[in-house]
């Protein structure tokens, strides 16, 4: 479908100007191979793009849902000002302890908190508990959840939140979606384009393959 050769040259060349990696993420990176998590973080780039999206909109409160090993926290927590603060949400307790321990590594344990347990269990339990809204939502866990994060996450937003969802072009399938996955993922790409209270686009990112990243602004009305 594409010259895939020709975009992996162009996100290296991205990457060695603009995303250059540091001890911190080259640590992160290889404790989580260590400790056996799947390599499916975002791709340096894509962690520059997240953290100059936070930047962009000056973010104090970040919301992660999908940690891994916390190489996209990294990049997010490090747009924060000093009293900023990021929430990450992770299933597994196995990779919210390899996190933590990366986090720490990178001088951030005061800033993210990790938090172990489904998704959709602990956003309704900061919902009931009037946690403050955020101002950048990362939706990065199971895709089937999505749809459910979206509704959840704009509870937790003010206008001017800025939802951020990866993997919504799944590889490429959500164009002519032939598994449950996909047409999930699809459903989400047709309702965040549609939803009246979000302003959206989704954007292609170049890792193994092209996939995508969503950006949605909440509306100030
Ligand atoms: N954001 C990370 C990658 C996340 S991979 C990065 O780019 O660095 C997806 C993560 O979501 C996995 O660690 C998986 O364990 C977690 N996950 C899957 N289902 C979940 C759920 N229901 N609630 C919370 N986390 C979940
Ligand atoms: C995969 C990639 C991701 O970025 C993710 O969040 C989950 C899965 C994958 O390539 O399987
Ligand atoms: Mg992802």
Redesign the pocket.
Known sequence: MMDEAVLEALDAYVECLFAPQDEALEFTLSASRRAGLPD???SPAEGRLLQLLALMVGAGRIL??????????IHLARALPDVGTMVS????AH?AEVARANIEHAGLSEKVEVRT????KLLARMIQDGEEPFDVV?I???KR?YPEYLELSLTLSHPGTLILA?NTFRGGAVVQPADETSRVLHEFNLSLARDPRLDSILIPVVRERVDGLSIARVKNI
Do not use: K, M, W
């Not at 992660?64 to 926290?73: H, K, Q």
């Not at 949400?89 to 597994?92: C, F, G, P, R, V």
């Open positions: 499916i973080q975002v992660e849902i999908g940690t891994l090993g916390g190489y996209s926290a949400l992770e299933a597994s990779h347990g489904d998704a959709r990362f990065d866990a199971d959840g990866d």
